[in-house]
């Protein structure tokens, strides 16, 4: 070990290698605190070059090695295990933006870009890179197509893997693929690229992406909307939908206790709406032609929804300031959660026509098994994708109640089954839905993600103990 120590120092410096146990520690935890790891190193490549230096080194002497990027993982995916053994291998000094081309709409960037600079370096160049999530000033971009996240705006630009073209890989055995390629169209066989998107770093590191870009909205926006329930929304977004095309751009659900709890924790929250209502949307509308177009779209869409029964009440924000005060509501509540206490969480996706549904028939269930549990339900309506998440009965034993957290989401899981649906939407398995997802995936399926797994990383360095 001593030696492998020795060896990374001469391929990256002496600087960019931490083993003081203290120096390593918040490499060495996930953003839920729900694992703690213990590395041999944390060992933070400048370059493609070191990056490619140090997996050989590793593939030499046969040690795990964890890729990390902004470390706001969901799934423990970036968490070395106990063993002290594993290598934490941080992508943050590779954050360079390599090349913008806004004839072609495209953004080459190192992996370690945190999505927010990402996000500006395509508004200086007139352009838009429409990932987004609550994260975005410290995820980044090599942990986005790791995961292959979702946010926001997937409704109108889809996930992480629709908007990669191409990829510079470190494979397991070191060598560096380059397939850095700028093209939209390319039918030269496997799409090799997207293997390692969503890999959740099993199969090797991704160092750089080519990335789209998209026509910059001139104009947005954004309207809270009151609704009497789930299946009032999904009406509600077809209706949306019709009115305004693909100029629905973000379309999130949120019940009347999610905003309770932001309200409650979150003092200086203001609810523009005079009265509670059961369901609430959070609307996103934008376009690249004129601001007097787009509200007056809004408006007549609005008046219409509500005439035909759809919506209960709206306030649409008049101003930026406004606008990013609807978007805290959204956006606060994990932290809200945070707050309130323990929760057992869940990110499960249906057939966008069923969520209504799921939503009646899983709360019915768990209320059959665990009275009095509290459902913390929110998310991207317009993906079918939920944060279908479960809050101890007020005033119960909150460690009895999260003792019993399996059982709670086996309830949800199976549901989710039943309905064709995914138990992991957005955040992937890591190491917290390794063991879980052989219940939902056929053993055939596993089979061939083990032979993929085998083919790539015969040695079983990369990222081990996830996903797989
Ligand atoms: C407040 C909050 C809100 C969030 N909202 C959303 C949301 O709306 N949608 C969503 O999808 N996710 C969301 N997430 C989850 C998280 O932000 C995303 O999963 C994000 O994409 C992770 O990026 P990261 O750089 O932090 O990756 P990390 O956490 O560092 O790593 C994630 C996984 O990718 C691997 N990895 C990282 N970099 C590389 C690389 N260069 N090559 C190979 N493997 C790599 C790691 O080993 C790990 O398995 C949220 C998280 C938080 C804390």
Redesign the pocket.
């Known amino acids: 070990m001593a030696q492998l120590i020795e060896q990374l120092i001469s391929a990256v410096g002496k600087a960019a290698v931490i083993t003081d146990p203290r120096d390593a520690a918040p490499y060495a935890t996930d953003?839920r605190k729900r694992y703690f790891g213990k590395p041999l190193a944390v060992v933070k490549p400048g370059s493609t070059a070191e990056v490619a230096a140090v997996v050989r080194l590793c593939a030499a002497s046969g040690t795990g090695i964890?890729?990390?990027?902004?470390?706001?993982?969901?799934c423990g995916?970036?968490t070395p295990d106990a063993g002290g053994g594993q290598i934490v291998l941080k992508?943050s000094r590779l954050n360079r933006i390599r090349a913008i081309d806004p004839v072609n709409n495209t953004i080459t960037v190192e992996?370690g870009c945190v999505l927010a600079n990402l996000q500006q370096a395509a508004v200086a160049a007139g352009r838009l890179f429409p990932l987004s999530?609550?994260?975005e000033g410290?995820?980044?971009i090599?942990?986005?197509l790791?995961?292959n996240?979702?946010?926001?705006a997937v409704l109108r630009y889809g996930n992480a893997r629709d908007l990669v073209l191409g990829l510079e890989v470190v494979l397991p055995d070191g060598q560096i693929w380059n397939g850095l390629r700028a093209l939209r169209k390319d039918n030269t066989g496997y799409d090799l690229k997207q293997l390692f998107v969503g890999a959740?770093?099993t199969l090797g590191?991704?160092?750089a992406a080519v990335l789209k870009l998209y026509p910059r909205p001139s104009a947005r926006t954004t309207a809270l909307v009151a609704l009497a329930s789930p299946a009032k929304a999904l009406d509600f977004l077809s209706h949306m939908q019709d009115a305004c095309g693909d100029r629905v751009t973000g379309f999130e659900l949120m019940s009347a206790f999610c905003l309770l709890l932001v309200a409650r924790h979150f003092p200086a929250t203001r609810l523009p709406l005079k009265e509670d209502y059961p369901q609430y949307v959070l609307l996103e509308l934008s376009d690249t032609a004129s601001a007097e177009n787009l509200d007056a779209a809004l408006q007549g869409a609005l008046a219409k929804a509500a005439e035909r029964g759809l919506i209960l009440d709206a306030a649409v924000a008049a101003s930026g300031a406004q606008a990013a005060a609807l978007w805290a509501l959204r956006e606060n509540i994990?932290e809200a959660q945070v707050l309130e206490g323990q929760q057992i969480k869940h990110d499960i996706s249906v057939p966008i026509s069923s969520i209504a549904e799921y939503i009646a028939v899983t709360g019915a269930e768990l209320q059959r098994a665990f009275p009095g549990v509290r459902m913390v339900t929110f998310g991207h309506l317009g993906d079918g994708n939920l944060h279908y998440n479960i809050a101890p009965p007020e005033h119960a034993d909150e460690n009895a109640f999260m003792a019993r957290a399996s059982e709670v989401s086996r309830v949800v899981h199976d549901s989710a089954a039943r309905f064709g649906g995914s138990i992991s939407a957005?955040?992937?398995l890591?190491q917290y839905k390794r063991e879980e997802i052989l219940r939902y995936k056929s053993p055939l399926e596993m089979d061939l993600m083990r032979r993929i797994k085998a083919a790539l990383d015969p040695q079983g360095i990369m990222?081990p103990g996830?996903v797989l």
């Open positions: 953003w964890v890729p990390q990027g902004g470390n706001t993982g969901l995916g970036a992508l992996a999530l609550a994260a410290s995820c980044e090599g942990g986005n790791s995961t996240a979702g946010g926001t959740e770093g590191i991704i160092t994990p957005e955040h992937g890591g990222n996830k």
